[in-house]
């Protein structure tokens, strides 16, 4: 069994990779299991710079394979923005509630045909040796008016699903992990790991 550090301090985040990852024959670690952990501060200009930044840091740090993700909300109607500011989206002491808040007043007069977003993930693979693989994976949606839903975090419950009609927020983890930007990455992350253990046991 090979060891996989995630390189996020992020609880939720946490919960839906072991949830897809855990399937295969690796051993995940967290912050919690490694003490002191670098805290990497995430000032790239993209979401590839971010995870990358993580990635290779904390995997040269653990000398172990790591996996690191950035993702970000892209609304159409603000030019893309929050995009790689998205957690911080509401300055400094950014929380869920806030960033929402702010969000939801910016778009504030706009019909929900001018309301379309895209949540996007990228994840990185940093292997000791500094070999790197990417993955991305997207989702179209659009901005509620208003939040729904008492699952998932960050913009979750203003993100509406047209083809579900419900918001990422009214989705428990296993749903969300099927259709999400997230899980999307994350099938691609997991199937690179199935034949790298099988490669590595051969």
């Known amino acids: 069994m090979i060891d996989l550090v995630l390189g996020t301090r992020n ?19 967290t912050f919690k299991n490694i003490e002191d952990l670098p805290i990497v501060k995430e000032d790239g200009r993209s979401l590839y710079e971010n995870a990358l930044k993580k990635a290779t840091i904390i995997s040269s740090w653990t000398k172990k394979l790591t996996l690191s993700d950035d993702s970000g909300l892209e609304v159409d109607v603000l030019g893309n923005k929050p995009g790689v500011l998205s957690a911080r989206f509401s300055g400094k002491n950014a929380t869920y509630e806030k960033n929402n808040k702010r969000l939801l007043n910016l778009l504030s007069g706009f019909p929900m045909e001018k309301r379309t977003a ?5 994840m990185v693979l940093s292997f000791p040796d500094g070999r790197v ?22 913009y979750d419950p203003i993100f509406f699903v047209p083809e579900l009609g419900k918001t990422l927020a009214e989705l428990n983890t296993e749903q969300k992990n099927k259709i999400s930007h997230r ?20």
């Open 11 to 29: 609880s939720d985040k946490i919960s839906e990779i072991q949830q897809v990852l855990g399937k295969l024959s690796v051993r995940i670690l």
């Open 118 to 122: 895209t949540f996007r993930c990228v």
């Open 133 to 154: 693989e990417q993955f991305e994976g997207i989702l179209d949606g659009k901005i509620t008016t208003s939040g729904k839903g008492n699952y998932g975090f960050g």
């Open 183 to 202: 899980g999307k990455a994350l099938k691609k992350v997991y199937r690179f790991l199935k034949n790298y253990i099988r490669y590595k046991d051969s």
